[in-house]
DNA sequence: CTGAAAGCGCTAACAA
DNA sequence: TTGTTAGCGCTTTCAG
């Protein structure tokens, strides 16, 4: 491995200047640096990251925080859509990501111990269970954060206008000329409480009295099970809704399969709307009208925000990103 | 921030003696062993991860070397169910994952620059694109790597038996009568090329004369698209292919499109096969037949080849996973 | 504009 | 069983 050392020793300068030319400084004459550079690069020069991270107590890491309770990982689309996005802008600043778990050394630990030694100089957190006590720990912490779809004093925050989403897809509904519109909850998470609540607040405004038995939780997990479990609640109403506002496309293509299973059609019988817009949602029969979240651009504007609070050691911001109904065909007039 | 030295301070001992404690040496006496360890945990010591790397020259982190050409980036479920199943075993063995780009500190560079800055101990590389020069450099460099979907000498490499799930499906459609199988291949690509390779030996096989017209590459980022046009340029032979093997979902799904739109039917008037199993495939109507891809296990063997391979400094291994053909609704009998 | 000296937190011989 | 010494590669005063 090659050293500052070796340079300064070939260029006959101190360490001390050659790490001047690696780290921009002003005062080196321009022959120095350009002597200093040349000899890097023919000698194959490459800084290492732990020494400089030891000395500095900067890492220029990223950890990304991520647990998602159905075990789906890293394949749940709206993850996977947020890293994206957080991943091109972080690159793009000079910083890498690192995941972090619970597990470090292959032991179990904790969040913020495995942030702290591993030194990341902030975490991206997308963590739907916000009951999990290490959690609160790394809240409590002073290392820099961005909680996705979360809500916090302490931490930056970034969600999607969760609630104006919902009322665009019951006021579509409604416009359709649907009443009975029934309601698959996304839980208690951050995002399904927030979704119930524009469903309520829309029914209120548009003068539609909610029908208890028209709201069915689906679990916290959004998946495809609950979405079925949840339809085929609402399937044993007395009246059957003619439309569902389901808080996930995963809840809804559940939603989807329990109504065919049970012999009535989609739009035909019931019209659907779902929450996200996962790539999925486009090719189904019928293509599924749903409200878009933008996971790329919710990605960056994370990336940007936690950016600023390491760099600037700014305080937490909070920002909401604008959602977008869109229409397909997995709804009719009535 | 607490260090060694604060420990041997308060307890008394030196930081050899603290630091052989943490290391988990023997020749420290239980009763010593005790105290240290009660003193760390009263002073709430945590490691440093850089220090330690710098003197060890271990990172215990791996690089997750992920190039996407469709853009599609992490949301690939190729890609996603890969990595969740390495994440796993990595985890648990004392691994961290870091992605490692093309870029770092926010400029160009290259991955083996990438990864000898960031000191990983092995590189995991999903990247479809085998002309790229910056791969060829890290090949040739001595960190340890496993490579998905690739062939090499010098490093492990692991896939799925592609060339079986084609003969597979070749069979499977060939076994309901049909006889004109068209493919739709995925490019130039590893998978692609073994792909391709199984349909024309399982035709050969079978004694079915493969008809030229009835291959089509699909481009090598097996985007629906892509499929959709290769679909479309099937559907304007003079004899139109009763059933169509993609060697990809992605690609089928655009096959479908293709077809619907040309006011056929599938299975009705064409049978169609993927390759991949996506989770959506089992949600489209009708439910896509396929072969299945275990990405999960895929995931979880190349950690292990991969940590194998740091740690007993072992020379490269290979190994292939089986498929299996998952049979739904979008094939028929002719 | 350049360099000497000290130190970041930890581990690894080697002695004792 | 424990401790001394040196050093990993880099940055940072501070002095020249």
């Known amino acids: 491995m090659v050293t500052i050392y070796d340079i300064a020793e070939k260029t006959g300068f101190s360490p001390t200047t050659v790490s001047k030319v690696f780290n921009g400084y ?15 690069e023919q000698l194959g020069y490459l800084p290492n ?9 900067r890492s220029w890491t990223i950890g990304v925080l991520f647990v998602e309770p159905s075990g789906a990982g890293i394949l749940h689309p709206y993850f996977a859509g947020v ?19 619970k597990d ?48 916090s004093v302490s931490k930056s925050t970034i969600y999607s206008d969760n609630v104006e989403g919902s009322k665009r897809a019951v006021e579509y509904l409604y416009a359709l000329g649907h009443r009975r519109i029934a309601h698959i909850g996304g839980g208690q ?54 439309a569902v506002f389901a808080a996930g496309d995963n809840l809804a293509v559940g939603a989807m399969m329990a109504i065919r299973e049970h012999g009535l059609s989609v739009p035909g019988d019931i019209s659907i709307v779902g929450f996200d817009d996962i790539e999925m949602a486009k090719f189904l029969t019928p293509a ?3 409200v878009r979240q933008n996971t790329y651009l919710l990605g960056s504007r994370a990336a940007d925000m936690l950016i600023y609070s390491i760099e600037e050691g700014a305080s937490s911001q909070s920002d909401m990103i604008s959602v977008e109904l869109v229409v397909r065909d997995s709804c009719r007039p009535i």
């Open 26 to 40: 002003a005062d080196v004459s321009q022959k120095t640096r350009r002597k200093i550079l040349d000899t890097a």
């Open 49 to 57: 990251a732990h020494a400089r991270s030891l000395t500095t107590k």
């Open 83 to 101: 890293i994206e996005g957080f991943k091109r802008v972080a690159t793009s600043k000079g910083y890498d990501l690192m995941f972090i778990s």
């Open 104 to 151: 470090i050394g292959g032991k179990k630990s904790g969040y913020l111990e495995h942030c702290k030694i591993r030194g990341v100089d902030g975490v991206v957190v997308i963590l739907p269970d916000y009951r999990d006590p290490y959690y609160a720990e790394l809240l409590e912490s002073s290392i820099p954060c961005v909680l996705l779809d979360q809500e």
């Open 189 to 242: 998470s951050f995002a399904g409480e927030k979704r119930m609540q524009g469903y309520l607040q829309a029914m209120k405004e548009l003068g539609v009295p909610a029908n208890p038995e028209y709201i069915i939780q689906g679990s916290y997990d959004y998946t495809v099970e609950s979405g079925k479990h949840a339809m085929e609640e609402l399937l044993r109403c007395k009246q059957v809704p003619t």
């Open 288 to 290: 599924l009208t749903t």
